[in-house]
């Protein structure tokens, strides 16, 4: 079975700041990992995905993750926060055998203060 | 178009009702799902359905009855409803293999007086 930890359920930086979101994750088999974003009153979005490939992934608005194997993490990185990035982030993980069922983690809102 | 699109958005009703949420996918996915998003955000799959054929079934109760006419519908029909049914219930769909990465509809968020 596959699992991730979000570490911080809260996550408050002041605009132009750099956002570090923490997500760790446990599989038996290679893992696909996933971030995506909420905003209020709307579904999940993707931002970027890691599917073994280069593992460092750059995704939407400015948002990269890097895969670290011997960590066990994919923690999600911007440079500088915008006030538009204020939302709810979910880390997922899923794998190839399981039927494509994705495990989210608990989710960290993300406020941005100007 | 809306690729995922869930009716109705906003559902408040009684105790021991019954109610239906539908969701379609106009992207060819084979695969769609139900999610259930609790007060404290956390996100739990309920059930998947792969060309209409159920391959996910969590620990749900059995007053919770999917059904997907064809492999671009999945709707959910909730028996008897209960205060603890209060959520927001997502669907998504995903191509059903490789990454599998999901689209969400918006949600409808279901509240049970």
């Known amino acids: 079975a596959q699992s991730v930890t979000q570490l911080g359920s809260h996550v408050s930086v002041s605009e132009g700041a750099l956002v570090l979101l923490r997500c760790n994750y446990s599989?038996?088999?290679?893992?696909?990992l996933f971030w995506y974003v909420q905003y209020p009153n709307q579904g999940l979005q993707l931002l970027l995905k890691?599917?073994?490939?280069?593992?460092l992934v750059k995704g939407i608005n400015g948002f990269e993750a890097e895969f670290k194997k011997s960590e066990t993490s994919f923690h999600l990185t911007k440079p500088s926060a915008h006030m538009s990035d204020a939302a709810e982030y979910f880390c997922?993980?899923?794998?190839?055998?399981?039927?494509?069922?994705?495990?989210f983690g608990d989710g960290t809102t993300l406020t941005v203060k100007p | 178009d809306t690729a995922v699109s869930q009716t109705p958005k906003y559902l408040v009703t009684q105790m021991g009702n019954d109610k239906s949420i539908k969701c379609e996918q106009n992207?060819?996915?084979?695969?769609m799902y139900w999610y259930k998003q609790d007060s404290k955000k956390f996100l739990k799959i309920m059930f998947s359905?792969?060309?209409?054929?159920?391959?996910i079934n969590e620990t749900v109760p059995n007053r919770f009855s999917p059904k997907s006419p064809d492999k671009a519908h999945l709707n959910l029909h909730i028996n008897s409803l209960e205060l603890g049914d209060s959520a927001v219930y997502f669907c998504?769909?995903?191509?059903?293999?490789?990454?599998?990465?999901?689209?969400f509809g918006a949600g409808s968020r279901l509240t049970v007086l």
């Open positions: 997922a993980v899923s794998v190839n055998t399981n039927a494509g069922k994705s495990t």
């Open positions: 599989s038996s088999v290679p893992p696909y």
């Open positions: 890691y599917t073994s490939a280069a593992t």
């Open positions: 992207l060819g996915h084979d695969t």
């Open positions: 359905y792969n060309n209409k054929e159920l391959i």
């Open positions: 998504a769909s995903a191509p059903g293999s490789g990454a599998n990465v999901l689209t």
